[in-house]
């Protein structure tokens, strides 16, 4: 744990499809400069708790606090809370008419209102750092699927976030692509970025996170430190489920 601060705090967390429960009594803290890595099966409720924490979707019981505010407060303005907790998705949703470095000015430019060689200098800093500071006039369209998700993610951290959620952002990717991408998430881990990540990259998992959160069901089956989890699971499922990745 790198800080006793709590960012966030998920509190008995319900959510419900048609009736089916999706999440079903979540409770868990992120601490600031945290990385917390949620792994579970498909369908489990990885990808909708990360929507829950970003307001895409309604929560049927429980709280969600961020910075010590309730999220659940209908008064709450989504648009200035996903400034502050940053999204990067499956798809990069770039927008293919614009170029890479129109993509990420009009975020902060737009909805931040701050100034456009203010955020070109940080846009071409971050760039700089994913290796892509030459692509900035390029379109989508000439970008490959590792390109476009790094773009994504500096899109993402030019709105000056405190909290990152990536959502399994290689999953559409080759598997040569991967690695460029992860490299980056690294990266942010090292300089303190407190992130929630949904993936099922085992190896990336365990040299990246501060603390493995196992969901099954819609439950936390097992919370551990990342070695205890892949050497010593504490529960059946989760054995069952590293057996798949041979661990």
């Given at each position: 744990?790198?800080?006793?601060?709590?960012?966030?705090?998920?509190?008995?967390?319900?959510?419900?499809?048609?009736?089916?429960?999706?999440?079903?009594?979540?409770?868990?803290?992120?601490?600031?400069?945290?990385?917390?890595?949620?792994?579970?099966?498909?369908?489990?409720?990885?990808?909708?708790?990360?929507?829950?924490?970003?307001?895409?979707?309604?929560?049927?019981?429980?709280?969600?606090?961020?910075?010590d505010k309730s999220l659940t407060d209908k008064s709450v303005n989504w648009q200035e809370v996903?400034?502050?907790?940053?999204?990067?998705?499956?798809?990069?949703?770039?927008?293919?008419?614009?170029?890479?470095?129109?993509?990420?000015?009009?975020?902060?430019?737009?909805?931040?209102?701050?100034?456009?060689?203010?955020?070109?200098?940080?846009?071409?800093?971050?760039?700089?750092?994913?290796?892509?500071?030459?692509?900035?006039?390029?379109?989508?369209?000439?970008?490959?699927?590792?390109?476009?998700?790094?773009?994504?993610?500096?899109?993402?951290?030019?709105?000056?976030?405190?909290?990152?959620?990536?959502?399994?952002?290689?999953?559409?990717?080759?598997?040569?692509?991967?690695?460029?991408?992860?490299?980056?998430?690294?990266?942010?881990?090292?300089?303190?970025?407190?992130?929630?990540?949904?993936?099922?990259?085992?190896?990336?998992?365990?040299?990246?996170?501060?603390?493995?959160?196992?969901?099954?069901?819609?439950?936390?089956?097992?919370?551990?430190?990342?070695?205890?989890?892949?050497?010593?699971?504490?529960?059946?499922?989760?054995?069952?489920?590293?057996?798949?990745?041979?661990?």
């Open positions: 744990m790198k800080n006793n601060e709590v960012l966030i705090k998920i509190n008995d967390l319900h959510k419900e499809y048609s009736q089916k429960k999706i999440l079903n009594g979540i409770n868990l803290d992120i601490h600031k400069g945290e990385v917390v890595v949620i792994l579970g099966p498909s369908g489990c409720g990885k990808s909708t708790l990360l929507r829950c924490l970003n307001g895409l979707e309604n929560i049927q019981g429980g709280n969600i606090k961020f910075a996903r400034q502050k907790i940053g999204m990067v998705f499956q798809s990069y949703d770039l927008f293919p008419h614009m170029t890479v470095i129109e993509n990420i000015l009009l975020g902060p430019t737009k909805v931040q209102k701050r100034s456009k060689d203010e955020v070109m200098k940080q846009a071409e800093q971050l760039l700089d750092k994913v290796g892509l500071l030459d692509r900035k006039n390029s379109y989508p369209r000439e970008l490959s699927g590792g390109q476009k998700q790094r773009i994504a993610i500096v899109r993402a951290l030019c709105m000056n976030p405190e909290i990152m959620l990536f959502d399994e952002v290689t999953a559409s990717l080759d598997p040569e692509m991967v690695r460029e991408v992860l490299e980056v998430i690294l990266g942010l881990a090292k300089q303190g970025m407190t992130m929630v990540i949904v993936t099922h990259e085992m190896n990336f998992a365990q040299s990246v996170a501060d603390k493995i959160v196992f969901i099954d069901e819609g439950k936390i089956c097992e919370l551990a430190k990342p070695d205890e989890f892949f050497l010593n699971p504490k529960t059946e499922r989760a054995k069952q489920f590293l057996n798949i990745f041979q661990y």
